[in-house]
């Protein structure tokens, strides 16, 4: 059972893989890295973990902002995770 904690997360996309912190609060995501932050939510069924993330970020890039916003859906079985504990 997936604790109310902030948790260490690695994605992979097709634009390609990074890392963060994300927090895990009653159901609600939430996180940020140096160019995006994440909303969401997830709920648990079992060993079973499933959570919707939105991604908002922003780029200057030759002097300009660039913003994105992109929705991520996923289960996952949490038996290949370990609590760290």
Request: net charge negative; charged share 10%.
């Amino acid at each position: 059972m997936l604790q109310n904690a902030q948790y260490s997360v690695w994605f992979r996309t097709p634009a390609g893989e990074g890392h963060s912190i994300v927090s895990l609060m009653d159901g609600d995501v939430s996180g940020a890295d140096n160019i995006s932050y994440y909303t969401g939510t997830y709920v648990q069924e079992g060993n079973k973990f499933a959570a919707t993330i939105n991604v908002i970020g922003q780029i200057d890039a030759d002097n300009s902002l660039v913003f994105w916003h992109r929705q991520a859906s996923a289960w996952h079985n949490l038996a290949s995770y370990s609590s760290g504990s």
